[in-house]
């Protein structure tokens, strides 16, 4: 397993999306996609051929996100522990800035009282938000990640 795609939403204080940001990576452990990876994400060999590997895509991603401090929503803890599996992996230092990390499905499910944590495609449909996109591609999640964290935010005002 390594990160293939990273895909963010950058909103600002009012929780209004500012800007995107999507870049493929090119795999170095499994260069050739599995079938089971390219029907579970829609990305297909052909996108990260051409693509950076992960230390150059990471920096590409982190230039983007800026020098102000951040908070970095991703829903579970998954996303959290690839990008520092690859980070180990190609002996990348991990940013300070990586460690203010919140797992929006454990706040979601604690704002709404559930017994249990959701899915994402579930907890959107409990917020009347209709699910836009493809889910596992990157951006695609980050973008609907981003409409459940405005709601679990603003109920915290």
Known sequence: METIEIGAVKLNA?????????IFIRPVINPILSDF?????SIQQSDVAGAQTFPAAFKTFFAWIGPEPFVWYSWSDYDRKRIMDDL???????PA???????LKK??????????????????????IEYKGRQHRGIDDAKNTAEIL??????KD
């Open 14 to 22: 009012e929780l209004e999306k500012i800007d995107e940001f999507s």
């Open 107 to 128: 706040l979601y499910a604690d704002s709404e009282n559930l017994p249990k944590h959701v899915g994402m495609r579930r907890a959107l449909k409990n917020l009347e």
């Open 150 to 155: 405005r709601h679990v935010l603003a109920k």
């Open 97 to 103: 800035e990586m460690h203010n990390h919140q797992d």
């Open 37 to 41: 990876c390219v029907r579970f994400t």
């Open 88 to 94: 180990a992996y190609h002996n990348q230092a991990v």
